[in-house]
């Protein structure tokens, strides 16, 4: 059984170093729950750590803590991290992937939430609280719609051959329940799975699968690299 990478003075200076950064007030908005997880570096070293991530902000804030310090750590410098979140029971994982902001007018890497992960094709996910105001014309202004806080998810598809993100889906919601992705582009999805798109189109009419959830994108892209990794496997076969 391998033993845990411990965080040696180097590493510490180096979160020292991180942690004195602009925005680092922001560790007093994040919740207190830490979870064990395991942060791998830019130069490729893996440690596991105590951990906690707000996803609110535009870049995410990834903390970890050794011996009662908190440390901030940027998407420049981690390349993945994941942990176990207890309060969903379920494995969580996110990737470092630079992302044109309209904005800045550039590329900036943000943490992103892998939903699915495949050979060929992953789905990922960005999700942050926009300004409400931003959404509200001047004669609103004095509406109780500019006291809540928008919050937008934006889904990705990322091409491993290619090392290339495409931007799969925006949705802007406030305090809903349930996203829809019926607008998301299905001419992009299909298009990414090359001469396999037919057969996973053809399989989502047969099962009547939609694409207009998480769940039912990841039925798609699980369907794709069945066919992609076995290609002996014939349209009957994959039948449900």
Not at 129 to 149: E, M, Q, W
Request: positive net charge; proline residues 2%; hydrophobic residues 35%.
């Amino acid at each position: 059984m391998k033993r845990p990478v411990v965080i040696h003075k180097q590493l510490l200076f180096l979160l020292f170093f991180l942690s004195v950064r602009p925005g680092f007030s922001q560790a007093q908005k994040m919740r207190d729950s830490w979870y064990d997880g395991q942060v791998v570096l830019a130069n490729d070293s893996r440690h596991h750590v105590k951990l906690r991530y707000n996803g609110r902000l535009t870049e995410g804030l990834l903390q970890v803590k050794e011996n009662d310090r908190i440390y901030t750590l940027n998407p420049d410098k981690v390349t993945s991290f994941s942990y176990y979140d207890s309060a969903r029971d379920e494995q969580r994982s996110y990737i470092s992937m630079p992302i044109f902001i309209e904005y800045h007018q550039h590329a900036k890497k943000l943490f992103m939430e892998v939903l699915h992960e495949g050979n060929s094709i992953s789905l990922l996910r960005r999700t942050d609280v926009l300004n409400p105001k931003a959404f509200v014309s001047n004669r609103h202004k004095d509406s109780n719609k500019t006291k809540k806080y928008f919050k937008r998810e934006s889904l990705y598809l990322l091409d491993h051959s290619l090392n290339r993100i495409y931007n799969f889906k925006s949705t802007s919601y406030a305090h809903q329940k349930y996203r829809n992705y019926s607008n998301a582009d299905k001419k992009l999805l299909f298009g990414m799975m090359g001469h396999y798109g037919d057969d996973v189109k053809a399989y989502a009419s047969l099962h009547k699968i939609k694409v207009n959830s998480v769940e039912n994108i990841s039925r798609l892209l699980d369907h794709y690299h069945r066919l992609a990794d076995h290609p002996a496997i014939t349209k009957n076969q994959t039948k449900e």
